[in-house]
T-cell receptor, first 112, second 117 residues
Framework: DAKTTQPTSMDCAEGRAANLPCNHS???????VYWYRQIHSQGPQYIIH???NNETNEMASLIITEDRKSSTLILPHATLRDTAVYYC?????????????FGQGTTLQVKP | EAGVAQSPRYKIIEKRQSVAFWCNPI?????LYWYQQILGQGPKLLIQ????????DSQLPKDRFSAERLKGVDSTLKIQPAKLEDSAVYLC???????????????FGPGTRLTVL
């Protein structure tokens, strides 16, 4: 079973920041948090991952709470093309063979 | 760089028939994954290969599903015989999996949509 819980759906206005929350209260000390998204009829796409520190890349920022029990994915300026299902995943297992257990994700609808 | 290739993109069969899916991972990627995604759900891992060895097949229904990865490159997933509940998108993914690295980005193919009638 997935070790994360996410809201089923969220809306965001185009050009505004989208903040997607995720709870992972049973995460272990060496387990990473990954975010993927899946645009309709495509395979999932990697966004970002982190362990303890906040992370930022060209797509998004990941904020992980100090106790690591929750995190937030931030899309700083959402566009219509960011409409997708966003999956927050705790990777289970060792570094290069660990597996991703997907939950149901959050459907983000970006509106004009 | 070419992505993960899968074929066919769509397949319609009747129950009790057999079907096979093919995946060509990104060149140099040691790890290959097959996922099943039922409509409205997240992908579920069926089997994971490291080179041509199986790392995890705990969720693979072995009475009807089989998979192989010959020579550590291409892979095929087979269902025989198919059931109605096998209707889903079958996704293949690959990752570089540098030993000792925490970075394990998986690159997904477009998937094969299977409909069992």
């Amino acid at each position: 079973d997935a070790k994360t819980t996410q809201p089923t759906s969220m809306d965001c206005a185009e050009g505004r920041a989208a903040n997607l929350p995720c709870n992972h209260s049973t995460i272990s000390g060496n387990e990473y948090v990954y975010w993927y998204r899946q645009i309709h009829s495509q395979g999932p796409q990697y966004i970002i991952h982190g362990l303890k520190n906040n992370e930022t890349n060209e797509m998004a920022s990941l904020i992980i709470t100090e106790d690591r029990k929750s995190s937030t994915l931030i899309l700083p300026h959402a566009t219509l093309r960011d409409t997708a299902v966003y999956y927050c995943i705790v990777r289970v297992g060792s570094s290069n063979t660990g597996k991703l257990i997907f939950g149901q994700g959050t459907t983000l609808q970006v509106k004009p | 760089e070419a992505g993960v290739a899968q074929s066919p993109r769509y397949k319609i069969i009747e129950k009790r028939q057999s079907v096979a899916f093919w995946c060509n991972p990104i060149s140099g990627h040691a790890t290959l994954y097959w996922y099943q995604q039922i409509l409205g759900q997240g992908p579920k891992l069926l089997i994971q290969f490291q080179n041509n060895g199986v790392v995890d097949d705990s969720q693979l229904p072995k009475d009807r599903f089989s998979a192989e990865r010959l020579k550590g490159v291409d892979s095929t997933l087979k269902i025989q015989p198919a059931k109605l509940e096998d209707s889903a998108v079958y996704l293949c993914a690959s990752s570089f999996s540098l030993a000792g690295s925490a970075y394990n980005e998986q690159f997904f193919g477009p998937g094969t949509r299977l409909t069992v009638l």
